[in-house]
């Protein structure tokens, strides 16, 4: 089974910084998509970012980015410019891409505090 | 576009209940999936719904069982309930036949059993 780690169970930020959130994940599978989701206080779950593992480009979506280095087996989350509604806890998590109806798997969480 | 929404927020129930969660998938999507989400921890895929038929489970005993209903609403019962049980539970929808679609979350609902 894939598993996805977060090895940050905590990070800071100053507002206006950037911070990076580290993820990897272990899989014999070629082709899947790897996610960052927020979870805000109120709980539900937000999409930040996508990457398809069959691209070499990096995602980008306005301040947030991803570092994806796929013989790693690592997907970072850059965060530019660092806002007070950023606090959250950042989930990383993967789906496989062969078949239908796949799971996702997720890490345990990073919660990121944005400093004033 | 309607969003994932969840009923109801909130639960407290006792060992050796039962209970039934719901969820109504986002407009256009006809996949739902479940999650359990323990304290501190991430979600944890407990099984998907699609076309009113289990289409994937994880890690779970058969005490969870779930349904989907033609509106591509969805209900999660769990029996015999435990206490290792209180946890968020959150619904997802998504598209079934577009891998690359992403799963879109609900606000999930708290249960506490004691």
């Known amino acids: 089974a894939q598993t996805v780690t977060q090895s940050q169970p905590e990070m800071s930020v100053q507002e206006a910084e950037t911070v990076t959130l580290s993820c990897t994940y272990d899989t014999s599978e070629s082709d899947y998509y790897l996610f960052w989701y927020k979870q805000p206080p109120s709980r539900q779950m937000i999409l930040v970012i996508r990457q398809e593992a069959y691209k070499q480009q990096n995602a980008t979506e306005n301040r947030f980015s991803v570092n994806f280095q796929k013989a790693a087996k690592s997907f970072s989350l850059k965060i530019s410019d660092s806002q007070l509604g950023d606090a959250a806890m950042y989930f990383c998590a993967y789906r496989s891409a062969l078949g239908t109806g796949n799971q996702f798997y997720f890490g345990t969480g990073t919660s990121l505090t944005v400093i004033p | 576009e309607t969003g994932v929404t969840q009923s109801p927020t909130h639960l407290i129930k006792t060992r050796g209940q039962q209970v039934t969660l719901r969820c109504s998938s986002q407009s256009g999507h006809n996949t739902v999936s479940w999650y359990q989400q323990a304290l501190g921890q991430g979600p944890q895929f407990i099984f998907q719904y699609y076309r009113e038929e289990e289409n994937g489970r994880g890690n779970f005993p058969p005490r969870f069982s779930g349904l989907q209903f033609p509106n591509y609403s969805s209900e999660l019962n769990v029996n015999a309930l435990e206490l290792d049980d209180s946890a968020l539970y959150l619904c997802?929808?998504?598209?079934?036949?577009?891998?690359?679609?992403?799963?879109?979350f609900g606000p999930g609902t708290r249960l506490l059993v004691l």
């Open positions: 997802a929808s998504s598209l079934f036949y577009d891998p690359r679609e992403t799963q879109y």
